[in-house]
């Protein structure tokens, strides 16, 4: 905290009084309520204009100061957490993909990447793997509310009859057949790359999938003819890459790219954005492993 405007009805204590006790100083922004909850906190508390500093004596000074400063912090939370509330109140969200709770809001939606994103930009919110649902204090209502659009709409794209319904309405059509293509050679865990530009084998890197690790270059030429629908950038003389899903430790491991990927480039390093999504995703991948084993 920075003191940035001294009372000019206080006494200065010169700084060579103050060296010689023991003691702490302390500086916060300047208002005249927060000064008089001071000076009664701690009467023998004065001003320093040469240290710009309040001095407060005492061998146990910093201990009681750092108290203060808690309770001043708390203070304000709750403050913001009854505006929040109040705000709340006066324009609620009205949607089945939000309740109440005790010391905020609980968010409980179909699975989707936009909710996730949408609510990991939500200062103080946090994700319960037990209950399954988000929680969002109080004090975030104005952020949430800025979000909720985006939100309630991806959580109702992503409803499970509405998934249906699309599903069936794509049915035969080129776009079905091609999602289904790509479905299917996506799990044959192969991916083409230029011949004169491998990646690097056992190091995560990001291609169209996302980020993956290169296990071999099998040596065998890509069919463009059969294959071009799915990559479309595919040439002749470029080789079957076999890949497989990095692990969190690899992820870990990995040292970020400073520069974004060349434009129409097969493989990448991946950026500090790419990685933290997939070390997020690869910690809960890991979390259900243990989860089965238990």
Same mark, same amino acid.
């Given at each position: 905290?920075?003191?940035?405007?001294?009372?000019?009805?206080?006494?200065?204590?010169?700084?060579?009084?103050?060296?010689?006790?023991?003691?702490?100083?302390?500086?916060?922004?300047?208002?005249?309520? $927060? *000064?008089?909850?001071?000076? /009664?906190?701690? !009467?023998?508390? =004065? #001003?320093?204009? +040469?240290?710009?500093? &309040?001095? @407060? %004596?005492?061998?146990?000074?910093?201990?009681?100061?750092?108290?203060?400063?808690?309770?001043?912090?708390?203070?304000?939370?709750?403050?913001?957490?009854?505006?929040?509330?109040?705000?709340?109140?006066?324009?609620?969200?009205?949607?089945?993909?939000?309740?109440?709770?005790?010391?905020?809001?609980?968010?409980?939606?179909?699975?989707?990447? $936009? *909710?996730?994103?949408?609510? /990991?930009?939500? !200062?103080?919110? =946090? #994700?319960?793997? +037990?209950?399954?649902? &988000?929680? @969002? %204090?109080?004090?975030?209502?104005?952020?949430?509310?800025?979000?909720?659009?985006?939100?309630?709409?991806?959580?109702?794209?992503?409803?499970?009859?509405?998934?249906?319904?699309?599903?069936?309405?794509?049915?035969?059509?080129?776009?079905?057949?091609?999602?289904?293509?790509?479905?299917?050679?996506?799990?044959?865990?192969?991916?083409?790359?230029?011949?004169?530009?491998?990646?690097?084998?056992?190091?995560?890197?990001?291609?169209?999938?996302?980020?993956?690790?290169?296990?071999?270059?099998?040596?065998?030429?890509?069919?463009?003819?059969?294959?071009?629908?799915?990559?479309?950038?595919?040439?002749?003389?470029?080789?079957?890459?076999?890949?497989?899903?990095?692990?969190?430790?690899?992820?870990?491991?990995?040292?970020?790219?400073?520069?974004?990927?060349?434009?129409?480039?097969?493989?990448?390093?991946?950026?500090?954005?790419?990685?933290?999504?997939?070390?997020?995703?690869?910690?809960?991948?890991?979390?259900?492993?243990?989860?089965?084993?238990?």
């Amino acid at each position: 905290m920075t003191e940035t405007i001294s009372p000019a009805d206080e006494d200065e204590a010169s700084s060579g009084k103050d060296d010689r006790k023991p003691g702490a100083d302390v500086s916060f922004p300047y208002d005249r309520m $927060t *000064v008089e909850q001071f000076r /009664r906190r701690f !009467p023998r508390a =004065r #001003w320093s204009d +040469d240290r710009k500093a &309040w001095f @407060v %004596p005492g061998r146990t000074a910093s201990r009681r100061i750092g108290r203060w400063l808690a309770e001043l912090e708390a203070e304000a939370d709750a403050h913001a957490d009854a505006k929040g509330r109040d705000a709340f109140a006066f324009d609620p969200i009205d949607s089945p993909y939000l309740e109440l709770g005790k010391a905020g809001f609980r968010i409980r939606t179909p699975y989707s990447k $936009t *909710v996730v994103d949408e609510l /990991r930009e939500v !200062p103080f919110s =946090r #994700w319960d793997g +037990d209950l399954r649902l &988000w929680h @969002v %204090p109080f004090r975030s209502y104005e952020d949430l509310r800025r979000r909720w659009a985006a939100i309630e709409a991806a959580a109702r794209r992503n409803e499970p009859e509405e998934r249906r319904r699309r599903a069936e309405e794509r049915k035969g059509t080129e776009q079905d057949r091609r999602s289904r293509r790509r479905a299917a050679e996506r799990k044959r865990h192969r991916y083409p790359l230029a011949a004169d530009d491998l990646p690097p084998i056992g190091r995560p890197v990001s291609i169209s999938y996302g980020i993956v690790v290169f296990t071999d270059i099998t040596g065998e030429l890509v069919d463009p003819n059969l294959v071009a629908d799915v990559y479309p950038s595919v040439d002749e003389g470029d080789l079957w890459g076999s890949w497989q899903v990095p692990t969190f430790e690899e992820l870990v491991r990995a040292w970020p790219a400073k520069t974004p990927p060349l434009q129409g480039a097969r493989w990448w390093l991946p950026t500090i954005e790419e990685l933290r999504p997939a070390r997020r995703a690869a910690r809960s991948r890991d979390a259900r492993k243990r989860a089965k084993t238990l």
